[in-house]
């Protein structure tokens, strides 16, 4: 005992002697160092969660306030159409205009503008001509719009038809050329026939017939018939395919020689938003999301 206690210590020791008061200042720097760094990390973490919190009130709140706003003013649009003989034809359009272009997306505005032409028909209905040309003006440029939206997720095509080979045929009908359409990894066959047209009115009469490929899950194929107008809008007015996908035929151009129609595809979820998925396509939408 006395030998090791009288042994000269070597650089070692020295060395644990002056690191040994060194290691507790460390840790309390460490442990010091830690807590101002995860209390930077906590009130940066809380600064986010403040403003990500303020960001999505100030959003809610704007949304509400132009829901609201968007509320009365359909409200005081609406009942311009629903009282009877309220408002000349000039205010009657000026409202369907204003319908047009704010709620185009979630309303059926065809029976409106229906209404106005009939209006126009009449023999007391002053400045037709000019009234019929906003009509048609809004309707082409609404269809445009939302053909241009729905072209984004989906796959369009166009065709030109012969009026003139349309009446010859009668009954029959012309058929245009087909489309084979692939959207979202889904195809089908799009087919058009043209059976009558209403140069007075400016409208067709079409029938639509659209085949799954045969390897398809679900290879049933889907047939309508329809008039096509000016007044057909591609979100509203759109036949449900049995893939899940929309089909609407719309009218491009109309002349006494000829027509233009364009056809779009899309999902479903794009149409309009009074358009609810049936359940049959809410259960096919789950298998496959389930099988990914």
């Known amino acids: 005992m006395a030998d090791t206690l009288g042994k000269p210590k070597d650089r070692w020791d020295k060395l644990m002697i002056v690191l040994h008061p060194m290691g507790g ?27 990500a919190r303020l960001y999505s009130e100030l959003m809610s709140r704007r949304e509400e306030s132009e829901s609201s706003l968007r509320k009365d003013m359909f409200v005081s649009i609406i009942q311009t159409f629903l009282q009877p003989g309220a408002g000349d034809l000039d205010t009657k359009v000026l409202n369907l205009e204003l319908l047009a272009y704010n709620f185009h997306e979630s309303l059926n505005l065809k029976p409106l503008f229906l209404d106005i032409a009939r209006r ?50 009668g009954r029959s009908g012309v058929a245009l050329e087909g489309e084979s359409v692939a959207v979202g990894g889904k195809q089908c066959e799009v087919n058009l026939y043209v059976l009558d047209s209403d140069p007075e009115a400016q409208q067709l009469r079409v029938r639509l017939e659209v085949k799954a490929p045969e390897n398809a899950q679900d290879p049933a194929d889907t047939r309508a018939e329809f008039y096509l107008g000016w007044y057909d809008f591609p979100m509203i007015d ?3 395919l049995a893939n899940g996908l929309r089909c609407a035929v719309t009218l491009s151009n109309f002349s006494s020689a000829m027509a233009d129609l364009t056809t779009v595809c899309f999902p479903g979820e794009y149409a309009s938003l009074k358009d609810r998925p049936y359940y049959d396509e809410v259960i096919q939408k789950l298998q496959e999301a389930t099988q990914k």
Do not use: C, W, Y
């Open 25 to 51: 200042l460390l840790t309390a720097v460490a442990v010091t160092s830690v807590g101002i760094m995860g209390s930077q990390v906590l009130n940066e973490r809380q600064a986010l969660d403040t403003n």
């Open 238 to 240: 759109n036949t449900r």
């Open 120 to 169: 126009l028909d009449r023999p007391e209905a002053k400045d037709r001509q000019a009234f019929r040309a906003r009509l048609n003006r809004v309707a082409r440029e609404i269809t445009a719009k939302q053909l241009f939206a729905l072209e984004g997720h989906g796959k369009s095509f166009r065709r030109t038809v012969d009026l003139e080979e349309v009446r010859r045929q």
